[in-house]
């Protein structure tokens, strides 16, 4: 993935959700700090997005990205990239992260704002995961300088103890040894500092949600679907235009409303349902 395709998803998570602020919490949360030219294959491979909306108070918002722009979907055919909600009780994090958070600069988002873990954090957050292609994600950062591992190992010290996180820390502790004492290390570019304050505002109402337990999603009804996830019948084939409709003509179960700043249409289920911004 490049910082052109992050930029799409989050316009087109945006046109879904009728919110402007969204947190990367992902692999590709990386694009926020360095560009594409900097950054080693192993960091970029992943196509998929993990976006946390910044006033998701319920996992609605989540739910409504993944089942509209999420894997498997007709957004994820026609462009290659897909995005899948998140929340706080999906994401493992070191404390005081959300003060660390990096702004998607792009000169073309409009009034969206992309937040982006700080890249120490980032791989703090992968190497808890424990996967192979984590831990090959975090030593291609190391390999290329982009992070320190004495930085990622001093956050890892500011999460709870366990098993799993004593293996991480010896890992960085073999990956430390293993390199010069004092590389240089790239350093991220400056934001705007309006953005910049922007940002601020955004993550001390995150500060706030994030240290407040997370009500469950609510049951789905008819009206409120929770998670719209798209039937391989009803979606569209093929490059969608802007009279595109869902190949078996039933055209009130999607919304289909053209989302002009994602360049797609939106496809939630059962009409609205709320989540559209496009919706009339």
């Known amino acids: 993935m490049r910082r052109e395709q992050l930029r799409h998803v989050l316009l087109a998570a945006s046109d879904i959700t009728g919110d402007s602020e969204f947190v990367v919490v992902g692999s590709q949360a990386i694009l926020g700090s ?63 992260w959300e003060s660390r958070l990096v702004p998607f600069a792009s000169d073309d988002l409009g009034t969206v704002l992309g937040l982006c873990l700080d890249p120490a954090d980032l791989a703090a957050s992968k190497l808890l995961a424990r996967r192979d292609e984590d831990y090959e994600y975090v030593k291609a950062l190391f390999d290329a300088q982009l992070i320190d591992p004495a930085v990622v190992r001093r956050r890892l010290e500011t999460i709870s ?57 609510a049951k789905a009804t008819s009206d409120h679907p929770v998670s719209p996830t798209v039937p391989a019948d009803r979606e569209t084939s093929g490059p969608l235009s802007d009279h595109a409709v869902p190949t078996n003509g039933a055209r009130s179960s999607l919304c289909n409303k053209w989302m002009p700043r994602a360049g797609t249409h939106c ?14």
């Open 267 to 280: 496809v939630c289920v059962n009409g609205h349902s709320g989540h559209c911004r496009s919706r009339s």
């Open 161 to 217: 103890p366990s098993v799993s996180l004593n293996v991480v820390k010896k890992w960085v502790d073999i990956e430390t040894a293993n390199r010069k004492a004092s590389p240089r290390y790239s350093a991220p570019p400056k934001a705007h500092l309006s953005l910049l304050r922007r940002a601020a505002a955004a993550i001390s109402r995150l500060t706030r949600t994030s240290a407040e337990p997370v009500p469950r999603p």
């Open 34 to 96: 360095f560009q594409d030219r900097l950054l080693p294959a192993e960091t970029t491979a992943s196509m998929g997005v993990d976006i946390l909306p910044v006033d998701d108070q319920d996992g609605r918002e989540a739910a409504a990205i993944s089942g509209a722009i999420g894997e498997s979907t007709v957004f994820h055919r026609n462009f290659g990239v897909y995005a899948d909600g998140v929340d706080f009780e999906t994401t493992q994090l070191p404390a005081g």
